[in-house]
């Protein structure tokens, strides 16, 4: 598990500096590309039971 646990901070990173490049460069669709893409790691890992404090604000309500 340990490997899809650091697999998934991994691709959460990546995907949060997309986001950060994405909103630098005004570019709508890519943010909510990235969005999208941090939302689906974000119910990835509440199903696994991994905790990413990054993903707080991307957990659905």
């Known amino acids: 598990m340990t490997e899809f646990v650091d697999q998934i901070r991994q691709r959460v990173n990546d995907a949060l500096g997309d986001l950060a490049d994405a909103r630098q460069a005004g570019d ?3 943010v909510q590309v990235c969005t999208g893409e941090l939302e689906s790691y ?15 604000r991307f957990e659905a309500a």
């Open 42 to 56: 974000a119910r990835l890992a509440a199903e696994n039971g991994v905790r990413v404090p990054e993903l707080a």
């Open 28 to 30: 709508d669709y890519r």
